[in-house]
């Protein structure tokens, strides 16, 4: 969790501020503090409203109802249960930007280092996601899946490997994260020692956003143009399903650059600013204090709309929902529906190039892709 609470007056103002015109200054941050009081509660209360529903959702489904057929509905659930883990945290950040950090330095600890594992560990496993589906369409064009010992071993360890490295990503936190008394209250923030402070944090900035934003980025971006060049040569698939499914292509890339560019651009504007000292104004400083606030709650959301573009999207989940609600309803003593719940956005992607007999389905061919 960035920190919003700047203690001008020490002299050791690179832990979490900035040099101004006049060294002896100082800059009242109170504005910056009265926002966020106000602002994040109500930003982390819907998203933890919206972000449970959802993510509590897709791992009930998923551990009780669910085959894990693939390293994709393996990262689906990872996915959820990171976004849970990132969500519970927000509480404790609601109330430290309301009243001050109240339950001493180990629950800062803690509570700051779950938060940026997670945060890291669910940017890594989008990524895997976009990987999976690129190897799906091309190293897999028959569509068949093993979940054989071997297969579970390799998933394992992948799981572990995305893991391993959020973990990695949120140890700085866990090490420096304290709590200190700034302006007639305690606050949960990265302490770094003064010796260090300035390449430290700069470093751990430019780090965050490369490994959180610009390679699970990269990624998604190669992977999916890829999958959707396939697609759109697909044989034996009508043309508005192509289309279709495309646009959920393009909604993936889009939503994460909506949610996560802004914040990454402010924390690059950051890294320079500890480097090079570019903010030499109060106001300016003031302002890039609220855009971290603003961009960073943005960026939150992506926690709630995971469960939209990556589970309620593919059909056999949704099934699965709809026959969960159906058991529910007649448990309740409603009578049930007895409709046709098939699955209708399962794609089957076509890549050979030979003609295939017409013999069959319309959409035979050999490669499923899940949308």
């Not at 799906?136 to 572990?160: E, K, S």
């Not at 490994?211 to 060049?229: A, H, I, K, S």
């Not at 109060?282 to 992506?302: F, M, N, W, Y």
């Amino acid at each position: 969790m960035e920190d919003f609470y700047y203690d001008d007056e020490e002299d050791s103002s690179l832990n979490d501020s900035y040099d101004y015109s006049n060294e002896h200054s100082v800059c009242d941050k109170e504005t910056v503090r009265s926002f966020g009081s106000v602002f994040l509660p109500v930003i982390y209360a819907l998203a933890l409203v919206v972000g449970l529903a959802g993510n509590a959702l897709v791992v009930v489904v998923y551990t009780s109802r669910l085959r894990l057929r693939t390293l994709t509905d393996v990262c689906i659930l990872n996915l959820a249960i990171s976004d849970l883990l990132l969500l519970f945290t927000l509480p404790f950040w609601a109330a430290d930007a309301v009243h001050g950090w109240k339950l001493g330095s180990a629950a800062c600890k803690l509570t700051s280092f779950i938060y940026s594992t997670n945060f890291s560990c669910g940017m890594l496993l989008l990524a895997c996601i976009s990987v999976d589906r690129y190897r799906a369409v091309a190293h897999n064009p028959t569509g068949r899946t093993g979940t054989g010992r071997r297969v579970w071993r390799q998933w394992l360890l992948v799981c572990v490997v995305l893991w391993a490295v959020a973990i990695f990503l949120g140890l700085p936190e866990l090490i420096f994260s304290t709590v200190k008394h700034s302006h007639h209250r305690m606050a949960c923030t990265a302490v770094y020692p003064p010796s260090m402070a300035r390449p430290t944090k700069a470093a751990l900035e430019l780090l965050e956003v490369t490994l959180r934003f610009l390679l699970p980025l990269l990624v998604m971006v190669v992977c999916y143009c890829w999958v959707g060049r396939e697609l759109s040569r697909a044989v034996g698939v009508r043309r508005d399903r192509k289309w279709r499914a495309l646009r959920v292509l393009l909604a993936v890339v889009a939503v994460f650059l909506l949610t996560q560019l802004p914040y990454n651009v402010v924390k690059l504007w950051r890294a320079m600013d500890i480097i090079y000292i570019l903010v030499t104004d109060c106001e300016v400083s003031k302002g890039l204090d609220r855009a971290i606030q603003v961009t960073e709650s943005l960026a939150l959301a992506h926690a709630c709309i995971n469960p939209v573009l990556y589970a309620f999207i593919g059909s056999s989940f949704r099934g699965h929902v709809l026959k969960a609600a159906k058991h529910l309803g007649q448990r309740l003593g409603r009578h049930p529906r007895h409709g046709n719940e098939e699955p209708t956005v399962e794609i089957a992607l076509n890549t050979r190039t030979q003609t295939q007999s017409k013999s069959g389905s319309e959409d035979q061919d050999t490669s499923t892709f899940t949308i």
